[in-house]
Structure formats: C-alpha cells, structure tokens
C-alpha cells in the first residue's frame, strides 16, 4: 500500500483534491507501480520487514514523531511492520479532518477493536449512529449547568486534597503528585456519572482508580502492536488488566444497582437524571432503547477513563511548570489572594471559578506545552487527498498536536513557556499567536464534552494549591514525558510546605 503520490497538485487548496487524479490506487498496475517508486512521501527510512519499528520507543512515540517532523515536514509517511502511517502537522488539515466527523473520518478501527476486546467500546471508541446516541446522553451529562449544580461536590473534594497535603506537609513527606491528582479527578468522576462518594483521597483500601491505572498502559502497547499476540496467549499485564476489568465490572455493578434503587424511590428522577447513569440507565428503560448493559459498562469506564489521567496529568504538568516559575506561581498567587479575601484561602466559589484569568493562562501554557493528548489518532472513511497526497481509505493518520502547537510560525518562540502570550490584547501582540494550532481538548463534532468539569477541576484545584502552599520541587530537571495513551511526567515529587502569611 502506498500513502499518495508527489505528482498530482496542480493548484489545489489544502484539503481538496486536484484536478487531476493521475496515480489513483485504484487504476492500473502500472500505475500502482509508478506511485510506489519516485512519488512515495518523505519519511525515515526504515528496514525490510518492520519497518521503522525499531527505531521508535513507543512509550515516547509522540518525542520521536515530532523530531521527524521538524526533518520531514507536515506530512510524511512512517512504517510499523506491513502498516504505513501518514504523520500530519499542518494546521489548516488537522482542523479539516477533525471537523469531518464521524462523515469523513473516524477513530482507527483497531482502536474500536482494542476497546472493544476491553469491554470499554463507549463514547470514544464508537462511531456513525451508536456514537452520535452515546454522545447526545454524555454531552447532555456534562453540560454546564450540571456542571455548575455539581460544584459543591467538586469544593468537598478538593478540601480533603487540601487536607491531604496538609497532613504530607506537616509530616515533610514526599507527595506523589499524579497519584494524589488522579485519586482527585477518580472521586470527582465517580460523583459526577454516579452521584456516588467513593472518597480514595481518604480511604487507602482497594480502589477504582487502582484498577483504571492497568487499562491505559496496555490499551497503548496493544495499539502500538503489529501482531494481535494477546488473543492467542495472556501475558502477565494482560491478565492483571483481565483481572482489573472483572473487577471493575463487579463495582461499576454494584453503583448501577443503587442507582437503580434511587430511581425507584424517588421516581421524578426520570425526568431530570442529575448524573450521567441515571440519564443512561433511564435511557436505557425507555420504549425502544437500544442501550445495553455493556454500553452502560462502557460508557462509565469510558467517562471515568476520560476524566481520570488527563485532567489530573494537566495538573501535574501546570504545578510542575509553575515550581519551575517563581514569578508566575507569584502572580497567581495574587489573583487568588484579591478573588478570595472573604472566603477561606484559596477555596472559591463557582462564580470566583470564571475570573481567573491568570491562572486559565498558566494553564493553557502548561496544556500547549505539555498536553496530555500531543498526539491524536484518525482514518479515513474513503480515500482522500491531504496536502496534495492521496491517503488511501484506512490509513492510520498520527496527528501531531503539540508539534502544531510549539511551532514559531504559530506561537512566537513556541518553546517558551510564557502565560503572558495569553493575557495580552491581541493589538499588541508582536508575533504569531493563532488559536487554530492550539487543540488540546480536539475539535469539531468529537470536541471533548469534559472540557468545562475538567476547566473546572483545573481552577479550583490551582486555587487551593497556590493559596495554600508552597511548592518544592524534588529533583526537577529528572522529570520526563512518558506516552500510555495519554502522556504524563514520570518522576514527578514535589514537598508541601504550609505557605507562611505576613
Ligand atoms: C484536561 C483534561 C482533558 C483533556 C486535555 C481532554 C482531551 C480530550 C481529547 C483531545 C479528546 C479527543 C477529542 C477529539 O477527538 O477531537 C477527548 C475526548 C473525550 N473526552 Fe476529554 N479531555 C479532558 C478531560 C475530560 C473529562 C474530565 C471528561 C469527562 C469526565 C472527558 C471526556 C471525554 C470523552 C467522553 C471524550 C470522547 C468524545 C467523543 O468521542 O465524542 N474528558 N478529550
């Protein structure tokens, strides 16, 4: 299979095809043979049989596609085994193929078949009609006003992270900081699709988001696998994930049935659902539903999975940014200081939540430099031009987010970790700063529908942070990026100080 052919554009616009489809896949021989020689797209150049396999490290897959992609361009062609694989970062195209779904483009179908061999083909995996019925029950779940309504539960929660670090603090322990954030962002999900406290930030028994922290990182090493091996034989993370997914099933079923238990007691629940099972269960009993049980299962691991890595790594990366940034910790501070002078330090109301722009600056920097999704996965639907190249129908196509999003001709100096390129007015700007490249919640019909709780959790958890503590940096500069489906800093230990007021 070859990804296109340099021959064709005559003038055609990004994203067009031209006029002319000389070399099209699907003519002659002859011409499969031409595509295949001079025209191929540029890439690395890799071995017979596997490709360009061994020269990745998939659990830093996105570093080595972005160092590609400052020699090959916006669009070249890479090969894992049999599989080629066209790696885009051109702005205009991304914002294209995002925006033509679930019509144009779709998740890759071994994404769909992965998720599926894991019970967990939910929202995200799914695709035409059953993703567009999952999709209106999830976009409707976590709408804003449920959002707002959820705040107080979402305040509670952050209180015991407060008193987390406080007792970490006080003790001069070390504080695992994703580890904390994750039990974080698992309790506020779990209230959020089940109305259930299941409180892991204060309870150290078995917990969800132990059993959630199995899926990501073989879900990534079955994507990034050429042979299917696990459904042949069972390696040790196989089984433990098997072992993780009963598990989660067992407890996800218990909830269903108090949820269930709650919606017979008080029956007006049916016609306004406050959290996304009871919209999903009552769905499902309605006349001619076509949920099942599995989709509830899947939709709630779907949501949990979701919310759980990405907005506690987001964190994670913003507090490591900011240790690293005296002078910006400093004026969030600030912010944080005039918002609450009458509340509790750091703890603010919903209404304070949508008046921080500091903060939602420190943060959209930390997101565009350190996004925990810098590399996003499509196919398409049918054959289809890109940049002037034919891309035949279920090409894999790896689009490279963060590379978009770092580049000078986008964001002037890129590299640099600067919130101010977000709080100036755009009439005084003195370089690039083009909204279009920065994606990092994605775009168009499968734009993520946790942006506002994630937002949300971002704020209000910065707000404690810096109103509270100081941060101490442990071994800094040993902090790496690491790829498991999602990209999250591995060494990252920070001690709490209990921050002293004049
Ligand atoms: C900082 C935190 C988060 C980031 C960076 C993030 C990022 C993303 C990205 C990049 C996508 C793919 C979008 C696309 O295909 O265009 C996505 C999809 C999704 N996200 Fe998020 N997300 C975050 C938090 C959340 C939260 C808190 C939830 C819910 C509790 C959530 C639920 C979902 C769901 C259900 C999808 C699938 C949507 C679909 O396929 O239609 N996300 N997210």
Known sequence: MSLGSRTKPDSAAPGEAPASRGTDLSTSIDSRRIEAGADELPGPRGLPLIGNRHQVRFDRLHLDLEDWAGQYGPLYQIRFGPHRVAVLSDRAEIQRLLADRP??????????????????????????????????????????????????????TVGRLQRRWERAADAGDLVDLCRDLMRFTVDVTTQLAFGIDINTLETSGPTIQRHLAKVFPVLHRRLNSSYPYWRFIRLPADRRLDRALDALEIEFAAMVKTVRERIEREPG?????????????????????????????????????????????????????????????????REIDSLTASNAPGLVNFEQTQRMPVIDAVSSESMRLKPVAPLHMLEPLNDTWILGHRIPEGTTIFMLLRHLATRDEHFMNGDRFDPERWLVKPEDRRGPHDHRAFVPFGAGPRFCPGRNLAMLEIRAVLAMLCGNFDVLPVDRAGVREQLAFTMFPTGLFVRMRRRQRP
């Open 269 to 333: 629940r049916r016609h306004s659902p406050r959290d996304f099972l009871e919209a999903i269960i009552i769905e499902m009993e309605a006349e001619g539903s076509r949920v099942t049980n599995e989709e509830i299962f899947a939709n709630v691991g779907n949501l949990l999975l979701a919310g759980e890595d990405t907005t506690a790594n987001t964190i994670a990366w913003t507090v490591h940014l900011l240790a690293g940034s005296p002078d910006w910790l400093d004026r969030c501070r």
């Open 103 to 156: 019509d144009g483009f779709r998740r890759p179908r071994y994404l769909e078949a992965a998720a599926s061999e894991m019970r967990l083909k939910g929202v995200f995996a799914a695709e035409g009609e059953d993703w567009r019925r999952q999709r209106r029950i999830v976009v409707d779940a976590l709408n804003r006003a449920r959002i707002e309504d959820f705040f107080p539960g979402l305040a509670i």
